[in-house]
Protein backbone atom coordinates (compact mmCIF):
# COMPACT_ATOMS: atom_id res chain seq x y z
CA UNK A 1 0.00 0.00 0.00
CA UNK A 2 3.04 2.38 0.50
CA UNK A 3 4.07 1.29 -3.04
CA UNK A 4 1.52 2.47 -4.72
CA UNK A 5 0.95 6.66 -6.13
CA UNK A 6 -2.41 7.69 -5.91
CA UNK A 7 -1.64 9.90 -8.56
CA UNK A 8 -1.50 7.17 -11.14
CA UNK A 9 -4.39 6.04 -10.50
CA UNK A 10 -6.85 5.71 -13.24
CA UNK A 11 -10.25 6.73 -12.16
CA UNK A 12 -11.83 5.87 -15.24
CA UNK A 13 -10.85 2.62 -14.73
CA UNK A 14 -11.15 1.45 -11.26
CA UNK A 15 -10.80 -2.16 -12.49
CA UNK A 16 -7.52 -1.63 -12.93
CA UNK A 17 -6.79 -0.48 -9.61
CA UNK A 18 -4.65 -2.54 -6.94
CA UNK A 19 -6.67 -4.73 -4.73
CA UNK A 20 -6.17 -3.05 -1.65
CA UNK A 21 -6.78 0.54 -2.80
CA UNK A 22 -9.93 -1.24 -4.39
CA UNK A 23 -10.48 -2.57 -0.51
CA UNK A 24 -9.97 0.51 0.92
CA UNK A 25 -12.14 2.03 -1.38
CA UNK A 26 -15.31 -0.67 -0.58
CA UNK A 27 -14.83 0.21 3.11
CA UNK A 28 -14.90 3.98 2.61
CA UNK A 29 -18.30 3.92 -0.04
CA UNK A 30 -19.52 1.07 2.83
CA UNK A 31 -18.94 3.52 5.79
CA UNK A 32 -20.78 6.86 4.19
CA UNK A 33 -23.63 4.22 2.82
CA UNK A 34 -24.11 3.54 6.33
CA UNK A 35 -24.02 6.87 7.83
CA UNK A 36 -26.12 8.13 5.03
CA UNK A 37 -28.40 5.04 6.06
CA UNK A 38 -28.12 6.71 9.86
CA UNK A 39 -29.61 9.80 8.83
CA UNK A 40 -32.11 8.98 6.24
CA UNK A 41 -33.49 6.11 8.00
CA UNK A 42 -32.46 5.08 11.49
CA UNK A 43 -32.71 8.60 12.85
CA UNK A 44 -35.71 9.09 11.84
CA UNK A 45 -36.61 5.74 13.39
CA UNK A 46 -34.85 6.41 17.11
CA UNK A 47 -36.97 9.52 17.16
CA UNK A 48 -40.31 7.77 16.66
CA UNK A 49 -39.31 5.16 19.21
CA UNK A 50 -37.92 8.02 21.73
CA UNK A 51 -41.54 9.53 20.65
CA UNK A 52 -43.55 5.89 21.12
CA UNK A 53 -41.46 5.48 24.94
CA UNK A 54 -42.25 9.07 25.94
CA UNK A 55 -46.15 8.13 24.93
CA UNK A 56 -46.27 4.48 26.99
CA UNK A 57 -44.43 6.16 29.79
CA UNK A 58 -48.09 8.44 30.23
CA UNK A 59 -50.02 6.05 28.93
CA UNK A 60 -49.03 4.06 32.38
CA UNK A 61 -48.78 6.73 34.57
CA UNK A 62 -52.69 7.60 33.69
CA UNK A 63 -53.43 3.61 33.90
CA UNK A 64 -51.62 3.89 37.21
CA UNK A 65 -53.93 6.74 38.55
CA UNK A 66 -56.68 5.38 36.96
CA UNK A 67 -55.91 1.49 38.79
CA UNK A 68 -55.67 3.24 41.98
CA UNK A 69 -59.22 5.56 41.48
CA UNK A 70 -60.89 2.17 40.67
CA UNK A 71 -59.30 0.00 43.98
CA UNK A 72 -60.58 3.19 46.04
CA UNK A 73 -63.60 3.08 44.68
CA UNK A 74 -65.57 1.13 47.28
CA UNK A 75 -64.35 3.95 49.73
CA UNK A 76 -65.01 6.72 47.83
CA UNK A 77 -68.69 5.31 47.53
CA UNK A 78 -68.70 5.01 51.17
CA UNK A 79 -67.33 8.52 51.42
CA UNK A 80 -70.53 9.87 49.06
CA UNK A 81 -73.06 7.84 51.18
CA UNK A 82 -71.38 9.44 54.41
CA UNK A 83 -71.63 12.56 52.81
CA UNK A 84 -75.27 12.61 51.88
CA UNK A 85 -76.20 11.37 55.57
CA UNK A 86 -74.58 14.34 56.92
CA UNK A 87 -76.35 16.66 54.37
CA UNK A 88 -79.17 15.19 54.93
CA UNK A 89 -78.75 16.06 58.86
CA UNK A 90 -78.14 19.50 58.01
CA UNK A 91 -81.08 19.97 55.67
CA UNK A 92 -82.92 18.52 58.89
CA UNK A 93 -81.86 21.51 61.47
CA UNK A 94 -83.22 23.63 58.68
CA UNK A 95 -86.41 24.63 59.23
CA UNK A 96 -89.07 24.65 56.44
CA UNK A 97 -91.39 28.09 55.34
CA UNK A 98 -94.18 26.92 57.79
CA UNK A 99 -91.66 26.80 60.70
CA UNK A 100 -90.07 29.55 60.51
CA UNK A 101 -92.28 31.72 62.81
CA UNK A 102 -91.93 29.22 65.32
CA UNK A 103 -88.03 29.17 65.03
CA UNK A 104 -88.90 32.97 65.63
CA UNK A 105 -90.73 32.52 68.32
CA UNK A 106 -88.14 30.09 70.09
CA UNK A 107 -85.18 33.18 69.47
CA UNK A 108 -87.89 35.77 71.13
CA UNK A 109 -88.48 33.22 74.03
CA UNK A 110 -84.80 32.74 74.43
CA UNK A 111 -84.22 36.27 75.04
CA UNK A 112 -86.90 36.55 77.55
CA UNK A 113 -86.01 33.40 79.92
CA UNK A 114 -82.61 34.76 79.73
CA UNK A 115 -84.25 38.03 81.70
CA UNK A 116 -83.12 40.02 78.47
CA UNK A 117 -85.47 42.75 77.82
CA UNK A 118 -85.68 43.53 73.90
CA UNK A 119 -85.84 46.97 72.14
CA UNK A 120 -85.80 46.11 68.80
CA UNK A 121 -86.70 42.25 67.18
CA UNK A 122 -86.85 42.91 63.41
CA UNK A 123 -87.00 40.21 60.61
CA UNK A 124 -85.37 41.37 57.48
CA UNK A 125 -85.82 40.44 53.87
CA UNK A 126 -85.20 36.79 53.07
CA UNK A 127 -81.73 36.35 50.55
CA UNK A 128 -81.78 33.25 48.70
CA UNK A 129 -78.78 31.17 48.21
CA UNK A 130 -78.58 28.36 46.32
CA UNK A 131 -81.06 25.21 47.88
CA UNK A 132 -81.51 27.15 51.08
CA UNK A 133 -83.08 30.68 52.26
CA UNK A 134 -81.01 33.01 54.74
CA UNK A 135 -83.30 35.42 57.39
CA UNK A 136 -82.16 38.10 59.23
CA UNK A 137 -83.38 39.16 62.07
CA UNK A 138 -82.13 42.55 63.70
CA UNK A 139 -81.70 42.83 67.82
CA UNK A 140 -81.08 45.20 70.37
CA UNK A 141 -81.54 44.06 73.91
CA UNK A 142 -80.60 45.01 77.01
CA UNK A 143 -79.89 43.19 80.01
CA UNK A 144 -76.45 42.24 81.66
CA UNK A 145 -73.03 40.05 80.57
CA UNK A 146 -74.57 37.15 82.33
CA UNK A 147 -77.96 37.52 80.91
CA UNK A 148 -75.90 37.89 77.20
CA UNK A 149 -74.32 34.17 78.10
CA UNK A 150 -77.19 32.64 78.62
CA UNK A 151 -79.21 34.14 75.44
CA UNK A 152 -76.50 32.95 73.48
CA UNK A 153 -76.21 29.63 74.95
CA UNK A 154 -79.71 29.34 74.52
CA UNK A 155 -79.64 30.23 70.85
CA UNK A 156 -76.39 27.41 70.74
CA UNK A 157 -78.99 24.83 72.30
CA UNK A 158 -82.05 25.47 69.74
CA UNK A 159 -82.59 22.64 67.48
CA UNK A 160 -82.39 24.70 64.36
CA UNK A 161 -79.45 26.17 62.84
CA UNK A 162 -79.27 29.91 64.58
CA UNK A 163 -75.80 32.41 63.70
CA UNK A 164 -75.12 35.51 65.72
CA UNK A 165 -72.88 38.04 63.89
CA UNK A 166 -72.01 41.83 64.59
CA UNK A 167 -72.43 41.87 67.79
CA UNK A 168 -71.89 44.87 69.89
CA UNK A 169 -71.99 45.55 73.52
CA UNK A 170 -72.12 48.65 74.72
CA UNK A 171 -72.69 50.45 78.47
CA UNK A 172 -76.04 51.36 79.36
CA UNK A 173 -77.41 54.85 79.08
CA UNK A 174 -79.69 56.69 78.93
CA UNK A 175 -83.03 57.16 81.84
CA UNK A 176 -83.71 53.58 81.97
CA UNK A 177 -80.33 52.08 82.44
CA UNK A 178 -79.88 50.06 85.13
CA UNK A 179 -76.90 49.31 87.53
CA UNK A 180 -74.71 47.19 85.15
CA UNK A 181 -77.14 46.75 82.69
CA UNK A 182 -75.60 47.07 79.04
CA UNK A 183 -76.81 47.05 74.98
CA UNK A 184 -76.25 44.56 72.62
CA UNK A 185 -76.91 45.05 69.02
CA UNK A 186 -76.87 41.90 66.60
CA UNK A 187 -77.68 39.88 63.86
CA UNK A 188 -79.26 37.02 64.26
CA UNK A 189 -79.58 34.90 61.11
CA UNK A 190 -81.71 32.05 60.92
CA UNK A 191 -81.93 29.47 57.71
CA UNK A 192 -84.45 27.42 55.97
CA UNK A 193 -84.32 24.95 53.00
CA UNK A 194 -86.19 26.35 49.72
CA UNK A 195 -89.05 23.92 48.37
CA UNK A 196 -88.94 22.19 45.57
CA UNK A 197 -91.67 24.86 43.90
CA UNK A 198 -89.03 27.63 45.01
CA UNK A 199 -85.96 26.23 43.20
CA UNK A 200 -87.76 25.38 40.56
CA UNK A 201 -88.82 28.98 40.14
CA UNK A 202 -85.37 30.39 40.86
CA UNK A 203 -83.92 28.79 38.08
CA UNK A 204 -86.39 29.57 35.59
CA UNK A 205 -85.68 33.21 37.13
CA UNK A 206 -81.63 32.55 36.04
CA UNK A 207 -81.96 30.91 32.99
CA UNK A 208 -83.92 33.73 31.92
CA UNK A 209 -81.67 35.92 32.96
CA UNK A 210 -78.85 34.56 31.00
CA UNK A 211 -81.06 34.61 28.19
CA UNK A 212 -81.63 38.56 28.26
CA UNK A 213 -77.83 39.02 28.50
CA UNK A 214 -77.01 36.82 25.76
CA UNK A 215 -79.58 39.15 23.54
Known amino acids: M ?3 DLNNLDFDNIGSWPLAVKAVLIVIV ?11 DVQTQQENLDRITGEEKR ?18 KAQMVEMKDSFGAMIRQLPSKTEVEDLLV ?29 LPITL ?10 EFVSGIAALPRIVTLENISIKGGKGKNAKGDNLTMDVTAKTYRYLDESEVSSKRKKRKKGKKRKRR
Open 30 to 40: AVGVLALGYFL
Open 59 to 76: LKEDFERKQAKASNLKAY
Open 106 to 134: DISQTGLASGIEFQLFKPLNERHIEFYAE
Open 140 to 149: KMTGTYHQFG
Open 2 to 4: ADI
